[in-house]
């Protein structure tokens, strides 16, 4: 990386503790029962479009709907649960993946490249 800020040593260990997956293999991920779940923000949704499918937890509230033992998670969300997070492009994701799995959700992880990667495979698909 051509930065060695704090914030990019913490990334590179966040992605080093999570199997990302590929914008490619979504589709077989939920397929299997992943969980996809939509971190950004309401104008960056309405800007770039939806992601079909996907549970909208902004980041904000992250932590308590998918805290596998909060009280306030989203019904059906347990230790075991595949959730894959998308941000725009892959960063904030990562960093939540990791934040998550230290709550105990063993199986999150995140989308490589976020929706604009996905996007790009995926032009004609309108959520």
Same mark, same amino acid.
Do not use: F, K, Q
């Given at each position: 990386?051509?930065?060695?800020?704090?914030?990019?040593?913490?990334? @590179? =260990?966040? =992605?080093?503790?999570?199997? $990302? @997956?590929?914008?490619?293999?979504?589709? @077989?991920? *939920?397929?299997?029962?992943? *969980? &996809? &779940?939509?971190?950004?923000?309401?104008?960056?949704?309405?800007?770039?479009?939806a992601m079909p499918g996907? *549970? &909208?937890?902004? =980041?904000?509230?992250?932590?308590?709907?998918l805290d596998p033992t909060?009280?306030?998670?989203?019904?059906?969300?347990? =230790?075991?649960?595949?959730?894959?997070? @998308?941000?725009?492009?892959?960063?904030?994701?990562?960093?939540?993946?990791?934040?998550?799995?230290?709550?105990? /959700?063993? $199986?999150?992880?995140?989308?490589?490249?976020?929706? $604009?990667?996905?996007? /790009?495979?995926?032009?004609?698909?309108?959520?």
């Amino acid at each position: 990386m051509a930065d060695d800020s704090a914030v990019e040593r913490l990334l @590179v =260990r966040s =992605r080093a503790a999570i199997d $990302r @997956v590929e914008p490619d293999d979504l589709a @077989v991920e *939920v397929r299997d029962g992943a *969980v &996809v &779940v939509d971190v950004r923000p309401a104008h960056d949704r309405h800007a770039d479009g939806a992601m079909p499918g996907a *549970v &909208v937890v902004e =980041r904000i509230h992250l932590e308590w709907r998918l805290d596998p033992t909060s009280e306030h998670r989203l019904p059906g969300i347990s =230790r075991d649960t595949r959730v894959i997070l @998308v941000c725009n492009e892959g960063y904030a994701s990562s960093l939540a993946a990791a934040t998550l799995r230290e709550l105990g /959700a063993r $199986r999150a992880t995140d989308l490589v490249g976020g929706y $604009r990667a996905w996007r /790009a495979l995926h032009p004609d698909t309108t959520g």
